[in-house]
């Protein structure tokens, strides 16, 4: 899609609000090409492609962010969340234990409680809750 000069990120987000998910990801991954460490293009291509149920492209992206962001729990939790929809309880589980930002911590324990269900470790579970 070419994009008029100075459009770039009114249609991208534009698309998203609209939920045309599948119409903004091949943008966002041609900028990820471009710009293999910009923040902006892996974040939203991660949102996106969560959106749309494309789980391990999704966990790429925001494993890309933790490592250029280490900082940034948000990433954390959200390459948490995309590796726990992939199925892979074990390395979502080590990452949600690296969140340590207050403010997540309600989301990060249902994560947590999620994954113990899901591994059948359901006293664990019950616990997080």
Not at 9 to 14: A, G, H, K, L, Q
Not at 51 to 74: F, G, K, N
Not at 89 to 116: G, N, P, R, V, Y
Request: aromatic letters at 12%.
């Amino acid at each position: 899609m070419d994009l008029p000069e100075g459009q770039f990120t009114s249609t991208i987000y534009t698309l998203i609000k609209q939920n045309q998910f599948h119409e903004a990801i091949p943008i966002l991954d041609y900028q990820r090409q471009l710009y293999p460490e910009s923040r902006a293009a892996l974040s939203l291509l991660g949102y996106c492609c969560f959106q749309v149920q494309e789980y391990e492209w999704a966990a790429d992206c925001y494993e890309v962010l933790t490592s250029i962001c280490p900082e940034e729990d948000r990433y954390k939790l959200h390459f948490a969340q995309a590796l726990y929809k992939c199925g892979d309880f074990e390395a979502a589980m080590d990452i949600s234990m690296q969140i340590k930002e207050t403010s997540l911590m309600i989301q990060t324990l249902k994560l947590q409680a999620a994954i113990k269900f899901e591994s059948d470790e359901l006293a664990e579970a019950r616990a997080l809750n």
